[in-house]
């Protein structure tokens, strides 16, 4: 599968239901390890956040967004991209933009996100540590992680 064509814009309150779509879908293909429960209030929790969010969002030809994230400072806060765009450059895209601005970038992943360490260690991401519970308090263990 080939790379999209993608250019980079930030979100605005109209952009709220497609964001919606990108986190369903990409939590539905990475996060199966979420409990029922924690998955219906963590949606809550987005759904609440995501329409006044600074978020940078990857866009393709076709102004369809592809993915998004929320960078505050040298932290990238998140980074979801659509089930149907991965490997296709979108993450890639986002966190390079990241990077150009904030070398040192640091970021957490759920540690049973295998595919999301992965893919931070491939771009040179490397841990600096680890917690139990992630940043609402719930047994879902991070790893920190720092570009070098």
């Given at each position: 599968?080939?790379?999209?064509?993608?250019?980079?814009?930030?979100?605005?309150?109209?952009?709220?239901?497609?964001?919606?779509?990108?986190?369903?879908?990409?939590?539905?293909?990475?996060?199966?390890?979420?409990?029922?429960?924690?998955?219906?209030?963590?949606?809550?929790?987005?759904?609440?956040?995501?329409?006044?969010?600074?978020?940078?969002?990857?866009?393709?030809?076709?102004?369809?967004v592809q993915g998004f994230m929320l960078l505050e400072g040298d932290k990238l806060e998140a980074l979801f991209v659509s089930a149907q765009a991965r490997g296709r450059g979108v993450g890639k895209k986002l966190v390079m933009f990241a990077l150009a601005t904030q070398p040192h970038l640091a970021t957490d992943v759920n540690a049973q996100n295998t595919q999301a360490l992965g893919f931070y260690q491939h771009l040179g991401f490397r841990e600096t540590g680890r917690s139990a519970l992630d940043g609402q308090g719930r047994p879902y263990p991070l790893v920190h992680l720092q570009h070098a």
């Amino acid at each position: 599968m080939s790379d999209l064509t993608l250019h980079l814009r930030q979100a605005t309150p109209a952009d709220a239901d497609r964001l919606m779509d990108i986190w369903r879908s990409s939590v539905d293909a990475t996060h199966d390890f979420l409990h029922p429960d924690d998955r219906v209030a963590i949606e809550a929790e987005v759904h609440a956040f995501l329409p006044q969010a600074p978020l940078w969002l990857a866009v393709d030809a076709h102004h369809t967004v592809q993915g998004f994230m929320l960078l505050e400072g040298d932290k990238l806060e998140a980074l979801f991209v659509s089930a149907q765009a991965r490997g296709r450059g979108v993450g890639k895209k986002l966190v390079m933009f990241a990077l150009a601005t904030q070398p040192h970038l640091a970021t957490d992943v759920n540690a049973q996100n295998t595919q999301a360490l992965g893919f931070y260690q491939h771009l040179g991401f490397r841990e600096t540590g680890r917690s139990a519970l992630d940043g609402q308090g719930r047994p879902y263990p991070l790893v920190h992680l720092q570009h070098a």
